[in-house]
């Protein structure tokens, strides 16, 4: 019964089977007893394909899931050019206990298989990927107790680059379904965001997950998340072209004697978890059933080709229906139908030459041109579905999240494509220290080298965290107790973020530190969300906001050294609950330059005594005037002496001005004038912080001028305490109180 999942642990054993073919399908659920002896070091099962091992899930009741799982002990070996999950199937890979492993080798094929959205998981005490694993636009998870290795030569990916094909169909109203095939089973309908987990499923997009104590992406190991294909949903749209879908596996009169063929898809038929069981159970189409065509046409040479469900037509494919009354037709005849359709000679087979009919007869090809020309067919990409922006798309690069407890090599590289839309993405993180080096020490954690980073390629790094796309931006899970940026180091990326409970840029004199955002500005923004208590750094090419939830306050903390430099075109954001202690240098040629911290000080701050935060002189304001710049205190802003001129007694004017918090409060201002002055400034407290509002008796002749041409007030309360005077004005408008 396929609706019951089996949940038995494997039974080890001196037992041994090695399966050799040319396709290699595991389906649905099986668990082994007696094979595989990890003490003994056997390979209990060993599966060899010449062209494809592929995994394919069956939907169980009342579930969006078609699920699969394959349990083994001791050592599973998967030799193939390719390794992948059927679309839409969830299948779990499994060598239990320890000492296990799974071996994947082969060298990778050339053509990504026509399967989207499937969801792979691999789990063993040790994985060596080896081969080419696949799920176009779809997942692949690695969960290793003990190692986990991408070797040389390896092809992990998700990339629906290349792939043309079906998935599913749209309904009148524009959602994308899979219509239900069974009495006992829901249609599924695709979402971005699910609410009911019964009948809706998310819409496929795009992670590789790799988690083991140990990771080691050998050089020349290879990660393709780069983002393309040509995947639609269909809808038939009765009327003039016709009045019965024509690529149907049944039509009014019948079985439809009509299949497809599709040059360059292999010796075998993708399965599809719509087209593919009519196809069988009322065509008679087989795995492995083949045509021979003794001569070709334009886009069609004369050869064998695997016989497809007749809906692949319309995905640079040919609907071939056999001709009546052409029994033995010669080659070279050029007979044509009535419509000038041609009609070609060939043979029914199976591949590899098990079986080839003794007689031809001839066969009408066409294109999907032709076939659009016979029946109307709503065609609708499947990026066009992606509207709400929670996942990324078909368009987008994917996700790389490597999770490594105590060693990480990271040597491998990404497949480099021009991205139709977001870049790939590499989280890394560990519960360890992660420290960026020039050359390894030995002595720092887990240490990346600088030049490893930047060969990989990633468009957007975050290191110490795991990130997740929802409706309100991108959560940022924290997961390294510490980030260290080590002396010396320079890294360019289009994106850098570090997260953790305290991050460190570390220079000296001798050895200083660049990190910058070194593509163009993308024109795009982004919000990112702290829910847990950590300190952030962040350089993009995009304009970046962030938003802290929980409560306020928090230990986190940031450093930036002196001879040390953090440069990007569009956004800079330095954030942290508790202190932060900027020495170096920072630059935002067009774009947000956001800080944060428990307190902020800002004015004539020498001398003074503070204990901590983030602390900005009049001299630190002067070198980022110009900036849009945004200050949050999970407190109070204090303000010290006067504030608002630079060394030479010139008014400091920013771009835009944001002032986050409880509270501005004067300390040590007697008759002193603070003021602050940019095209906008906005004030607001999006905390909602409660703390002490500062000085209640005013400094004698104080006065704090908010000076603007547009002065906005932000959601949440805001106090100014401690001022005799407070003067607020916006372009020729303006308020004075005391």
């Given at each position: 019964d396929t609706n019951i999942p089996i949940r038995l642990t494997p039974l080890a054993g001196g037992g041994r089977l090695t399966i050799d073919g040319q396709l290699v399908e595991l389906v649905g659920e099986a668990v082994t007893e007696g094979f595989g002896d990890t003490a003994a070091d056997t390979t209990g099962f060993s599966i060899t394909a010449s062209e494809e091992i592929r995994v394919r899930g069956v939907r169980k009741f009342l579930s969006n899931e078609y699920g699969g799982l394959f349990r083994t002990a001791g050592q599973l070996a998967l030799d193939s050019p390719r390794v992948y999950p059927t679309t839409l199937t969830d299948f779990e890979l499994s060598v239990e206990g320890i000492g296990g492993r799974v071996d994947i080798s082969g060298t990778p094929a050339q053509a990504a298989p026509l399967s989207v959205g499937g969801r792979l998981e691999l789990n063993a005490a040790n994985i060596v990927q080896g081969g080419a694993l696949l799920a176009p636009l779809g997942k692949l998870q690695f969960n290793a107790d003990d190692s986990l290795v991408f070797a040389s030569g390896s092809l992990t990916s998700t990339s629906p680059f290349g792939v043309s094909a079906p998935f599913f169909r749209t309904e009148p109203g524009g959602a994308l379904i899979l219509p239900a095939q069974s009495g006992s089973q829901d249609q599924l309908v695709f979402v971005e965001t699910i609410t009911n987990e019964e009948f809706e499923r998310q819409l496929p997009t795009q992670l590789i997950d790799a988690v083991?104590?140990?990771?080691?992406?050998?050089?020349?190991?290879?990660?393709?998340?780069?983002?393309?294909?040509?995947?639609?949903?269909?809808?038939?749209?009765?009327?003039?072209?016709?009045?019965?879908?024509?690529?149907?596996?049944?039509?009014?009169?019948?079985?439809?004697?009509?299949?497809?063929?599709?040059?360059?898809?292999?010796?075998?038929?993708?399965?599809?978890?719509?087209?593919?069981?009519?196809?069988?159970?009322?065509?008679?189409?087989?795995?492995?059933?083949?045509?021979?065509?003794?001569?070709?046409?334009?886009?069609?040479?004369?050869?064998?080709?695997?016989?497809?469900?007749?809906?692949?037509?319309?995905?640079?494919?040919?609907?071939?229906?056999?001709?009546?009354?052409?029994?033995?037709?010669?080659?070279?005849?050029?007979?044509?139908?009535?419509?000038?359709?041609?009609?070609?000679?060939?043979?029914?087979?199976?591949?590899?030459?098990?079986?080839?009919?003794?007689?031809?007869?001839?066969?009408?090809?066409?294109?999907?041109?032709?076939?659009?020309?016979?029946?109307?067919?709503?065609?609708?990409?499947?990026?066009?579905?992606?509207?709400?922006?929670?996942?990324?798309?078909?368009?987008?690069?994917?996700?790389?999240?490597?999770?490594?407890?105590?060693d990480l090599n990271l040597q491998g590289e990404l497949v480099s494509r021009e991205s139709l839309g977001l870049g790939t993405a590499v989280d890394i993180a560990s519960a360890e220290a992660l420290s960026v080096v020039t050359e390894f020490t030995g002595v720092n954690g887990i240490e990346l080298r600088a030049a490893d980073l930047d060969a990989l390629g990633a468009d957007s790094l975050l290191l110490g965290g795991v990130r997740t796309r929802t409706a309100d931006g991108v959560l940022i899970d924290p997961v390294t107790s510490g980030v260290v940026v080590e002396s010396g180091v320079s890294l360019e990326l289009p994106e850098i973020l570090l997260v953790g409970d305290s991050v460190q840029i570390l220079a000296a004199a001798d050895a200083p530190t660049s990190l910058s955002s070194d593509a163009a500005a993308s024109g795009e923004s982004q919000v990112l969300r702290l829910d847990e208590d950590a300190a952030i750094i962040a350089l993009s090419n995009r304009e970046?906001?962030?938003?802290?939830?929980?409560?306020?306050?928090?230990?986190?903390?940031?450093?930036?050294?002196?001879?040390?430099?953090?440069?990007?075109?569009?956004?800079?954001?330095?954030?942290?609950?508790?202190?932060?202690?900027?020495?170096?240098?920072?630059?935002?040629?067009?774009?947000?330059?956001?800080?944060?911290?428990?307190?902020?000080?800002?004015?004539?701050?020498?001398?003074?005594?503070?204990?901590?935060?983030?602390?900005?002189?009049?001299?630190?304001?002067?070198?980022?005037?110009?900036?849009?710049?945004?200050?949050?205190?999970?407190?109070?802003?204090?303000?010290?002496?006067?504030?608002?001129?630079?060394?030479?007694?010139?008014?400091?004017?920013?771009?835009?001005?944001?002032?986050?918090?409880?509270?501005?409060?004067?300390?040590?201002?007697?008759?002193?004038?603070?003021?602050?002055?940019?095209?906008?400034?906005?004030?607001?407290?999006?905390?909602?912080?409660?703390?002490?509002?500062?000085?209640v008796t005013a400094a004698p002749g104080s006065r704090l001028e908010l000076l603007a041409n547009q002065l906005r007030l932000a959601d949440g309360e805001v106090s100014i305490a401690g001022f005799e005077t407070t003067r607020l004005e916006a372009g020729s408008t303006a308020i004075d109180s005391t």
């Open positions: 083991a104590p140990a990771i080691d992406l050998q050089p020349g190991s290879q990660f393709d998340l780069s983002g393309g294909g040509d995947i639609r949903a269909y809808e038939f749209v009765p009327g003039p072209g016709g009045s019965q879908d024509i690529l149907l596996a049944t039509l009014e009169d019948g079985p439809n004697p009509s299949f497809a063929v599709l040059p360059g898809v292999g010796s075998f038929a993708p399965f599809d978890p719509l087209e593919s069981p009519p196809s069988a159970d009322e065509q008679g189409l087989r795995i492995g059933d083949s045509l021979f065509l003794d001569e070709g046409i334009d886009g069609l040479p004369a050869g064998e080709y695997a016989l497809l469900p007749a809906r692949y037509a319309l995905f640079g494919g040919f609907l071939v229906t056999p001709a009546p009354g052409t029994t033995d037709l010669d080659v070279g005849r050029g007979l044509q139908t009535p419509d000038g359709v041609p009609i070609l000679a060939g043979r029914a087979g199976a591949i590899g030459g098990g079986f080839q009919s003794s007689r031809g007869q001839g066969f009408v090809v066409e294109d999907g041109d032709a076939v659009r020309l016979r029946a109307e067919y709503l065609e609708t990409p499947l990026v066009d579905v992606y509207t709400e922006g929670v996942i990324r798309s078909p368009n987008d690069a994917g996700t790389l999240v490597l999770e490594a407890g105590s970046l906001g962030l938003v802290r939830g929980g409560s306020n306050g928090g230990a986190s903390s940031l450093a930036v050294a002196e001879n040390s430099s953090l440069e990007a075109v569009a956004s800079v954001l330095l954030d942290a609950t508790a202190d932060v202690d900027v020495a170096g240098d920072i630059s935002v040629s067009d774009g947000r330059l956001g800080l944060g911290a428990s307190l902020i000080s800002l004015g004539e701050t020498d001398g003074e005594t503070i204990d901590g935060g983030l602390i900005l002189s009049n001299t630190d304001l002067a070198a980022l005037a110009g900036n849009n710049l945004s200050l949050r205190s999970t407190g109070r802003i204090d303000v010290y002496g006067a504030l608002g001129t630079d060394d030479s007694g010139e008014q400091i004017v920013f771009q835009r001005l944001t002032l986050d918090a409880a509270g501005l409060a004067a300390a040590g201002n007697d008759g002193d004038v603070a003021a602050l002055a940019a095209d906008v400034i906005e004030l607001g407290n999006s905390g909602a912080a409660t703390v002490d509002s500062g000085p």
